[in-house]
């Protein structure tokens, strides 16, 4: 098979949870654990730094990678989903995956899926790891794909695992509270293995230290060691954030530039520089120099899309992939500095999120242009707008994500602002 039929077997043969939604949830890891004995166990072979939460996962991923390859190492990194092609999700410093290597992989273990019938992930992850092991990287970066405990990554033993943070998200799955999702994500923390919390919520502390004190394992906080200060993001020229880093109370890094420019990405940042410190811990010599010019060139390093990326100068046109309600709010947050006159917003969703908590949150001074990613998962633009009409969102369905934009550019002003987001696969579209 070439490397397109090689993908329509892969969405075609294995249920995927981002496309066709809780047929692809599985409830153990059991067929990772087949799969993975049937390749040897190869992500034992390597280092490895585990990453859950609700939001943030994939920056931090995303950081911490760009850091690694500064200070001179050969890192792998597992994201998901992908947003223009299914190599983003398995890269060695910043390059995809070679097309042959995903066509091989598949001919050689295509019996041995029939046997064990694994999902679209459980597959890609044992690729990953059988990838990550050929090429000798000196370590690995896996982001879960949906909650931690249950999640095909969580097989690993990393020397670190971190959770960026608790929302409500995947709520089918993970539960309707946020205890029962941290309960979740806090299935990645291993015996003896140090566990890192980015943003501290009450509600939610002590799950983390019980669970930690379970495994013996040594718990950290980021935001107890480190602090932002002078936060500003330009909107003017080239979009970037500007902070100040504090640790422990003191003056670390002036003027850190970031691409990424979502104020959001503060809390990030400082889980990154958290897991900077234990991994110094271990003797990594990282030094601050690494860390400064790893996350100032963090795209160009990683390839990382979609977070708050400007797609067009005239009128200002941004995307981000925030899908669920603290991401929706951030969002919300970041329109609000970013000048403009009129706000246009090109959005869609999925048909198993709580949308309705979401559209409450959005802008009624607003033009929308409702569309439907072109997933199975994708809400229907139709019932999109009935629903966002309701709520006072007042705009207009469009027939494809392409169309909804082509019509947002031609009624938008230079001085206006175009955001296209609330799905993923709105984003994936649109940078496609």
Known sequence: MDYQQTLDFLYSQLPMFQRIGAAAYKSNLD??????NILGNLHKNYKSIHIAGTNGKGSVSNFISSILQTKGLKVGLYTSPHLKDF???????GEKIPEKYVCDFVENYKNDFKNIKPSFFEMTFGMATKYFSDEKIDIAIFETGMGGRLDSTNIINPILSVITNIGYDHTAFLGNTLEKIAGEKAGIIKPNVPAIIGETQKEIKQIFIDKAKNKNSQIYFADDTFEAKNINYSAKGKIKLFLDVYKNKEAYINNLQCPLAGIYQTKNILTT????ELLNRSKFKIEKQHVIEGIENVITRTGIKGRWQVIAESPLTICDTAHNIDGAKEVVKQ???TPHKTLHCVIGFVNDKNIESILKLLPKNAKYYFCKANIPRGLDENKLAEKANQLKLIGKAYSSVKNA??????IAKKDDLIFIGGSTFIVAEIIN
């Open 31 to 36: 067929n990772t654990i087949a799969l993975d």
């Open 87 to 93: 190599k983003e999700r398995i890269r060695i410093n």
């Open 273 to 276: 520089l958290k897991i900077v």
């Open 335 to 337: 329109i609000k500095l």
């Open 405 to 410: 934009l082509i019509n947002a550019q031609k």
